[in-house]
């Protein structure tokens, strides 16, 4: 089978693997869908092998991997089961169901992975499409307790989409306990930030998105914000205190990871604010007094969901109807793969993925 590689500086590789065989408790699956996340651009644009160097050497011991190994990226598949190791109960899954994957794995035995936060493991996690390989491929091998169901009425595109992106607002939304009672800001208009639009929309949740792009701002009020700011022409804190009477709103999300926004997403918020950093990568800089201890707000450092929170999320979309396929302004092939990336490295547009 053929699958991409990121081999550094920008650039990739569409390799050829030998096709996966399931392990006692593994499950094969073929491919339908496997999207493209804001994180993917670390391993696009970082040296070859970055991933895998973030890690120990028991680490890669033992999973079998030197860090020259080439390693399929994608950590948001999603498609039909195709072959059972001999230990998968057929109760749980069968050849041809409709699956998304939580893309993480651990020791399976310590306090985090049995909370299901395996991405917390002790032990340090596997992430599919980073240290061990991922959706970008025709076929991917997984644990069986990775799968979940993915209901007929969300498309294959929409569940890889659910499985990173929709996932980590859903999660974030719940850890901050957002409800209709709320305003929300919500920072950087990328795939994590069209979600939380979009659930906060279904929720009752009057919202104001920000971004730097005047598409991704157009796009955001086309998912249903009450309000959208473009940071570039405004000063975002200025304009959010303007929109909320001068309170500031109830609830910031930062999903931009970058330190303007950040410092925006605490100062936008009234008394007793509530802040959730979920953007990969970046720093911040806060006077502490000022700007937590008087106004006596709360920061929350949040990383993507729980297993259980994830399928929680799949049921949502489903009850709700929420359109996630809206997200996506590009679909490609993996033939396409080169261009798709070039594409993407500009994040100016919507979500793009692969589809087979």
Partial sequence: MKGVVFTGNRHLELMTFDDPTPGPDDVIVEMKASGFCGSDLHGYRGARGASLKIKSPAFLEARGLKDSDPIIAGHEPAGVVAALGRNVDPKMLKVGDRVLNYHYDGCRYCRECRSGWVQLCDQGSTVYGQTAHGGHAHYLKVPAKSLIHLPDEISFSAGAAISCGMGTAFAAIERLQVSGR???????????????????????IRCVAIDVSPQRVAQALAFGATHAIDSSQQDAVEAILDWT????????????????????????TATWGRIGFVGVGGD????????????????????????????????????????VDRQFTHRWKLEDAEEAYREFDKQTAGKAVFEF
């Fill in 182 to 204: 709320d305003t929300l800001a919500v920072f950087g208009m990328g795939p994590v930030g069209q979600s939380a639009i979009q659930l906060a929309k279904v929720m009752g």
């Fill in 245 to 268: 009477g001068g309170q500031g709103v109830s609830v910031a999300i930062d999903t931009a990871g970058v330190a303007a926004a950040r410092q925006a997403a605490v100062r936008s």
């Fill in 284 to 323: 911040v800089s806060l006077n502490v007094l000022p700007d937590l201890i008087i106004k006596q707000r709360t920061i929350v450092g949040h990383l993507t969901f729980s297993d259980v929170g994830l399928e929680r999320c799949v049921r949502y979309v489903a009850e709700h109807g929420i359109d």
